[in-house]
């Protein structure tokens, strides 16, 4: 049974920057046909994409992050990361990590961790 | 924005069908990308519920289905329950964006 959990502070202050880590059991990180990434979601709002990590270590960002954003893999510890700089009020949001399946016909997510609140303020 | 247009909300009664539009244009759900709904509990992750358009993963009851036309999705949910109150959102790949893209999402309420 593959699953995934969200690891990091709960609390970041303004301009400061934010490192989730998500752990993943139940299937190694670099099998094929899978990519690895992040959605946020405001309170009240909708799903977001963020950024995702192939097991080659290409990665691909929201554009309007895309300065902002790193995600990073970790084969050894079969965890992948997601680093946000400049953390602002706007940033609050639930994150969530999942399992992307690779299609030609366009990807889908079909594995989703439970998600880690981060709220950034001073 | 969102990228995919979904209705705010719909409801229906218990035992009755309701169905969800997802709205996108020539470069996402028209390119032709396929469609993905996600069903969200209350204070809950979302998860899989149609992939592929119209495929549902083991364990989703068959009371859900996905449909896709043109530029355009329906998840279809028949013999309503209480158990169904969700928010619904639909999802794609744009290829002009090169992201995957999320409708804003529809709140279901069973009346």
């Known amino acids: 049974q593959v699953q995934l959990q969200e690891s990091g502070p709960g609390l970041v202050k303004p301009s400061q920057t934010l490192s989730l880590t998500c752990t993943v059991s139940?299937?190694?990180?670099?099998?094929?046909?899978?990519?690895w990434t992040w959605v946020r979601q405001p309170a009240g709002k909708g799903l977001e994409w963020v950024g995702r990590?192939?097991?080659?270590?290409?990665?691909n960002y929201n554009p309007s992050l895309r300065s902002r954003v790193t995600v990073s893999v970790d084969a050894s510890k079969n965890e992948f990361s997601l680093r946000l700089t400049s953390m602002t009020a706007s940033d609050t949001a639930v994150y969530y990590c999942?399992?992307?399946?690779?299609?030609?016909?366009?990807?889908?997510?079909?594995?989703w961790g439970q998600g880690i609140l981060v709220t950034v303020s001073s | 924005q969102s990228v995919l247009t979904q209705p705010p909300s719909v409801s229906g009664a218990p035992g009755q069908t309701v169905t969800i539009s997802c709205t996108g244009t020539?470069?996402?759900?028209?390119?032709?990308?396929?469609v993905h709904w996600y069903r969200q509990l209350p204070g809950t992750a979302p998860k899989l519920l149609i992939y592929g358009n119209n495929n549902r993963p083991s364990g989703v009851p068959d009371r859900f289905s996905g449909s896709k036309s043109g530029t355009s999705a329906s998840l279809a949910i028949t013999g309503l329950q209480a158990e169904d109150e969700a928010d619904y959102y639909c999802q794609s790949y744009d290829s002009g964006l090169s992201d995957s893209i999320f409708g804003g999402g529809t709140k279901l309420t069973v009346l």
């Open positions: 990590i192939y097991t080659t270590g290409s990665a």
């Open positions: 020539s470069s996402n759900i028209g390119a032709p990308y396929d």
């Open positions: 999942a399992r992307g399946r690779v299609e030609m016909s366009g990807p889908h997510f079909d594995v």
């Open positions: 139940g299937v190694s990180i670099t099998s094929g046909s899978y990519f």
